[in-house]
């Protein structure tokens, strides 16, 4: 009976978490538009891959032509170990920012151990389809090079690994938040405390991985330090073996690997279901509640009255920051590391500024955080283009912010002429303008309104992801002038400054578009979404 | 003031609507009721008054403008409290007053005078600087109810507004719509509760299934009732078993 209630739980878990149904289920009016989303799906689904992948296998590639097989999966396994790691941290976070619907279910006549089991269950799930993603290509380049026969066999242990092996980073995240929310819970504004924190371990995090991980061009060191960890990481270590190992021995190693993530697992389950609950229930308690009433009563147009509105609602919420605020807090980490890595030069990062200000979300979410109030804008006699304008300046702000506190230490860190730092960081200011309206376009167009989590509005939002590809597509043009420089005899001012004109451009583009919208959008009322 | 012309609504082509024909006019410094029963429509018709909701057909006009051919002009006119209000629950409701006032644009010396005033009024002084997501129900609709007022609107659309309401909450609110209906501003809320319609309306409008059953003062319904109706209670329950065609 009970563990019948368990799998509708887990059922319900998944689904909500892949939230493939919903998505088909929102056009379900008429087959031929759940035919063209699911392909328009494919066809992000695909252009993202190109962009992650085709980097990453090109790596991989030269990577297995420059090492010996062992140092190959090392380095490869650490990566994977990073990767699960951080996208654990974030995921470990959301799943203790958010409680609604544990308030929701709480009250069911449910086993309280089965609903954090459930939760559990999708972490690791989630934790399992992102080490899928880094290992496999690994064992499938380095399959590919093998000449004699074996090679499925190699795919299957790594598929087999790749399932067991996130148990061990992920239960790190997992116990590294769950000691960041029950810091934060004795502050008296504790959701504060928790965005502050939580950047502190994911700053740290990222560092600390980045560094052990880089694949400098020469290497040694990276490799050395791999090899040691894997000694030290049982799954690294365990999973190594299995896969070099060509005899029978291997399975062994495959059974030990297993049986001590099993224990991992096992550990995490136990802890996390008597603090779960706990640290949660202290978060949600109270809301830090100020005595003094600020009485501040200063009149200010609608317009700042939706950019203050947008900067305390993103701010405040955890969910909210981490995934509007990413790149804010990870672009002065990243600009430090990878200035100190053997690629840094001023192109490689200009490049990368655009990819960091390129998954800020603040703009393709802004009408979806509203939720269920959005009703406010439709009923109070705001004009659109004053409420569009608060919102695209908050996103603005975001990521110019993120742009410069890349582009600034990072340019200046590997000596670029200060000149053309200016240039850049007028590119990054354009761009900026540029994300932010179209990603309010973006969301404008179909918002999502519904939603009882705040997580869903931002990571689980489809606007979300088609914002941040249009933006990648968007930095692509711009930074053709640099691959023309590149090739030909441009001189760099030229280069810089044509970049900057495309930006200045897009961002024109972006505003015109923009007005027509709010103009058009006028009174509009909100029928399809109710 | 508010004026309905044959307001229909369906949120389903082939379905039967919601709100049918619906013909209804309010005066200046009128309350007036709204009641029926549960899914009658009152909802329906209110947020289409608001612009939340596009009729299907017929025009609502406030305060002599159309509210689809001049939104803002109507938006600014009326102040609404929703039936479950949402607002922003990140932001303490101090500031939430305050951003309904910056929308409104309200100055800041009428702003403060108004939220000291409300505030003091519905007991929330102590819990503005507060997050709007710590509240109860009740105090959500009581600020719901102050962001409302605050720029004293000549158009008050309320929502089943004593819903979760405590009796002194619900009191002030009875008193406060007498004080607006004084300074003329129009009242229109809908309820169930049909006490505090008799007692408190000018007019009433019983709602059925999308189509209005009776309109007028509480005495002139008594009045077309038959014998032995002598409260609302009885001529509601009466409409409601189908001796509607007597109050038209
Ligand atoms: N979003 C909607 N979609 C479809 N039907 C709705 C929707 N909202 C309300 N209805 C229907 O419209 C009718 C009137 O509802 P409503 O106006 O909310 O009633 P009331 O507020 O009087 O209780 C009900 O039959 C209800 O089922
Ligand atoms: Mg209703």
């Not at chain 1, 990566?79 to 699960?84: G, L, R, S, T």
């Not at chain 1, 049982?234 to 896969?243: G, T, V």
Request: proline letters at 3%.
């Amino acid at each position: 009976m009970l563990t019948c209630k368990f799998s509708v739980l887990l059922k319900f878990k998944l689904k909500y978490k892949l939230n493939i149904s919903r998505r088909l289920a929102a056009p379900a009016g008429s087959f031929r538009a759940a035919g063209a989303l699911l392909l328009t799906a494919l066809l992000i689904a695909a252009a993202l891959l190109l962009c992650i992948f085709v980097p990453y296998v090109i790596l991989l590639i030269h990577l297995a032509g420059t090492y010996t097989e062992r140092e190959y999966f090392s380095l490869l396994l650490t990566f994977a170990n990073a990767a699960v790691f951080i996208l654990s941290l974030l995921s470990a976070y959301s799943l203790f920012s958010s409680g609604r619907e544990r308030e929701f279910l709480i009250p069911l006549p449910i086993k309280k151990r089965y609903i954090f089991a459930s939760e559990y269950v999708t972490y690791y799930f989630g934790a399992v389809m992102s080490s899928l993603l880094f290992t496999v290509p690994g064992a499938a380049v380095y399959a590919a090079g093998m000449a004699e026969k074996g090679a499925p066999v190699l795919i299957l242990k790594a598929v087999l690994g790749c399932i067991i092996f996130p148990a061990l980073p992920s239960a790190a995240a997992f116990v590294m938040i769950s000691v960041v929310f029950a810091a934060s819970a004795r502050f008296r504004h504790r959701e504060t405390a928790a965005v502050i924190l939580g950047a502190a371990v994911l700053i740290c995090a990222v560092l600390l991985r980045v560094n052990i991980g880089s694949f400098n061009a020469d290497g040694g060191p990276a490799v050395r330090i791999s090899e040691s960890l894997s000694r030290i990481l049982f799954n690294s270590y365990f999973m190594l073996r299995a896969i070099m190992i060509r005899s029978l021995r291997a399975w062994l190693y495959m059974l030990y690997f297993t049986l001590s993530s099993a224990a991992v697992c096992a550990a995490v389950y136990f802890y996390g279901g008597a603090v779960y609950d706990r640290i949660l229930g202290k978060m949600k308690s109270a809301v830090s509640a100020r005595e003094k009433t600020d009485k501040d009563y200063r009149q200010r147009s609608p317009a700042r009255a939706f950019c203050i509105k947008e900067f305390k609602t993103v701010l405040r919420s955890p969910a909210f920051a981490l995934n509007c605020c990413i790149g804010v807090i990870l672009a002065p980490v990243l600009a430090v590391t990878a200035s100190r890595s053997g690629l840094a030069s001023d192109i490689p990062g200009i490049i990368m500024c655009l990819v960091i200000m390129s998954a800020n979300m603040t703009a393709s979410t802004s009408i979806s955080r509203e939720g269920r109030s959005f009703g406010m804008c439709v009923y109070m006699p705001v004009r659109s283009a004053d409420h569009i304008k608060g919102r695209a300046a908050a996103a603005f702000v975001f990521n110019a912010l993120s742009g410069a506190l890349f582009i600034f230490p990072y340019e200046i860190l590997i000596k670029l002429n200060f000149l053309y730092i200016i240039y850049e960081f007028l590119t990054v200011i354009a761009a900026s303008l540029t994300f932010a309206c179209f990603g309010l376009l973006i969301d404008l167009k179909k918002p999502k309104l519904i939603w009882d989590r705040e997580t869903e509005a931002v990571k689980q939002n489809f606007n979300a992801v088609l914002g941040m590809i249009v933006s990648i597509m968007i930095s692509l043009v711009i930074v053709i002038p640099f691959f023309v420089g590149m090739a030909g005899h441009v001189s760099k001012t030229f280069m810089y400054l044509c970049s900057f004109a495309e930006a200045a451009a897009a961002a024109a583009v972006g505003v015109m578009l923009l007005r027509n919208k709010a103009c058009s959008r006028e009174g509009n009322s909100i029928d399809g979404n109710s | 003031m508010l004026e309905l012309v044959s307001v229909t609504k369906r949120y389903d082509i082939r379905s039967v609507p919601a709100v049918f024909d619906l013909n209804l006019k309010v005066d200046s410094g009128e309350i007036f009721g709204f009641i029926g029963p549960n899914g009658a429509g009152k909802t329906t018709t209110i947020k289409m008054m608001t612009g939340l909701l596009e009729p299907t057909e017929g025009n609502i006009m406030i305060c002599g403008n159309d509210i689809r051919r001049e939104p803002l002009k109507c938006k600014s006119a009326f102040g609404y409290v929703p039936d479950s209000p949402e607002i922003y629950e990140r932001l303490t409701g101090i500031e939430y007053l305050n951003f309904i006032a910056d929308v409104f644009g309200v100055g800041s010396s009428d702003r403060k005078q108004r939220i000291e005033k409300y505030a003091e009024m519905f007991e929330m002084t102590g819990v503005l600087g507060s997050q709007v997501r710590s509240y109860s129900k009740g105090m959500k609709q009581k600020l719901a109810i102050v962001g409302s007022l605050i720029h004293s609107p000549s158009l008050w659309i309320l929502d089943e507004p004593m819903m979760g309401l405590d009796p002194m909450a619900s009191h002030a609110l009875k008193e406060e719509m007498r004080e607006q209906s004084g300074n003329g501003c129009t009242v229109f809320f809908s309820t169930h509760v049909l006490e505090v319609a008799e007692k408190l309306c000018d007019r009433v409008g019983i709602i059925q299934n999308g189509m209005l059953a009776a309109v007028g003062t509480v005495d002139e319904l008594k009045s077309k009732a038959s014998a032995g109706e002598s409260s609302l209670e009885d001529i509601f329950i009466g409409i409601m078993h189908g001796e509607g065609n007597a109050y038209v």
